[in-house]
């Protein structure tokens, strides 16, 4: 009998809290498992986050001091556990799923690696520095980790435009490079949901023709241009008055709340909290139109 191909899987830090990068780790996990459990025996690699500055008393659990942690962890503390699992001697194969995670590869046989790049904005300080904004310091990092990438077996695009500006920067030869689209989620469908659409027209109240729906899903990170989106917004609203924003994925900066009362769209935004995957496809299925602006 052949054995199993032995795969880990390593993942963001779940402290971290990148619901994205979970999400792609979670649904990877579940086909290798549920599809390729013959040939495939795949275990996920993530150790605990350390808390360090954000656990001392009187010091706020994020800004600087979680910052701080997060590198360390990134940097020195996940690398250092790797090395105590004895990874590079358990796994025939190591999949990083998220590209900001790519310096990993260092301390991986780089020729069974692979990476998942999902675009090219952890590495802006490095390949345009004279357009990015981000902070000189952070720059050695950025490069170690863009390092990483280069220096992995393949690297999995998530789309087409993601692979052109890798191949436009020369980050990595077109031979290592494999383009593979996110999947859709098993609950994303058009069919109807009697107790997930319930749930979404508790939080939104009964879908009205008259109040269409714009939906952003998203942070509210500055890649993720809120700003646009607002003026997005507050221009469709000189054609359609009655139109109103949906946004999943936390409460807008101080910033962006300043822009959305220049803007008019005070009463006009709803932000909902966190919802299960059935719920968050019933509020697409009644949004008039998904804004995408990152």
Same mark, same amino acid.
């Given at each position: 009998?052949?054995?199993?191909?032995?795969?880990?899987?390593?993942?963001?830090?779940?402290?971290?809290?990148?619901?994205?990068?979970?999400?792609?780790?979670?649904?990877?996990?579940?086909?290798?498992?549920?599809?390729?459990?013959?040939?495939?025996? *795949?275990? !996920?690699?993530?150790?605990?986050?350390?808390?360090?500055?954000?656990?001392?008393?009187?010091?706020?659990?994020?800004?600087?001091?979680?910052?701080?942690?997060?590198?360390?962890?990134?940097?020195?503390?996940?690398?250092?556990?790797?090395?105590?699992? !004895?990874?590079?001697? +358990?796994?025939?194969?190591?999949?990083?799923?998220?590209?900001?995670?790519?310096?990993?590869?260092?301390?991986?046989?780089?020729?069974?690696?692979?990476? %998942?790049?999902?675009?090219?904005?952890?590495?802006?300080?490095?390949?345009?520095?004279?357009?990015?904004?981000?902070?000189?310091?952070?720059?050695?990092?950025? !490069?170690?980790?863009?390092?990483?990438?280069?220096?992995?077996?393949?690297?999995?695009? *998530?789309?087409?435009? *993601?692979?052109?500006?890798?191949? #436009?920067?020369?980050?990595?030869?077109?031979? +290592?490079?494999?383009?593979?689209?996110?999947?859709?989620?098993?609950?994303?469908?058009?069919?109807?949901?009697?107790?997930?659409?319930?749930? #979404? %027209?508790?939080?939104?109240?009964?879908?009205?023709?008259? *109040?269409?729906?714009?939906?952003?899903?998203?942070?509210?990170?500055?890649?993720? !241009?809120?700003?646009?989106?607002?003026?997005?917004?507050?221009?469709?609203?000189?054609?359609?008055?009655?139109?109103?924003?949906? +946004?999943?994925?936390?409460?807008?900066?101080?910033?962006?709340? #300043?822009?959305?009362?220049?803007?008019?769209?005070?009463?006009?935004?709803?932000?909902?909290?966190?919802?299960?995957?059935?719920?968050?496809?019933?509020?697409?299925?009644?949004?008039?139109?998904?804004?995408?602006?990152?």
């Amino acid at each position: 009998m052949t054995p199993r191909l032995r795969v880990g899987l390593v993942c963001d830090l779940a402290e971290e809290g990148w619901p994205s990068m979970d999400l792609v780790a979670e649904r990877l996990d579940h086909h290798l498992r549920t599809d390729h459990a013959s040939t495939v025996a *795949v275990t !996920r690699l993530c150790p605990q986050l350390v808390r360090r500055f954000s656990r001392v008393p009187g010091v706020a659990p994020r800004g600087i001091s979680w910052t701080a942690d997060r590198l360390l962890n990134r940097y020195l503390d996940f690398p250092r556990w790797l090395r105590g699992v !004895r990874a590079a001697d +358990r796994f025939d194969l190591f999949h990083v799923v998220d590209h900001s995670y790519a310096h990993l590869v260092h301390g991986l046989p780089a020729r069974r690696s692979v990476v %998942t790049c999902h675009d090219l904005d952890a590495f802006r300080g490095v390949i345009d520095p004279v357009a990015s904004r981000r902070s000189p310091l952070l720059r050695p990092m950025a !490069r170690y980790t863009l390092d990483g990438l280069a220096a992995a077996a393949r690297v999995v695009c *998530v789309s087409r435009a *993601v692979r052109d500006e890798l191949l #436009a920067y020369r980050i990595v030869p077109a031979e +290592r490079i494999v383009v593979i689209p996110n999947g859709v989620h098993p609950s994303r469908s058009a069919d109807p949901d009697a107790a997930a659409d319930a749930a #979404a %027209t508790a939080l939104l109240g009964e879908p009205s023709s008259a *109040v269409p729906e714009l939906l952003h899903v998203g942070s509210t990170i500055p890649r993720k !241009r809120i700003d646009r989106l607002l003026r997005v917004c507050a221009g469709l609203t000189q054609v359609v008055p009655g139109v109103r924003l949906v +946004r999943v994925g936390g409460p807008l900066t101080s910033a962006q709340q #300043a822009l959305a009362s220049e803007l008019g769209l005070e009463t006009r935004i709803r932000t909902l909290p966190f919802v299960e995957h059935p719920v968050l496809s019933a509020v697409y299925r009644r949004a008039a139109l998904v804004l995408l602006t990152s």
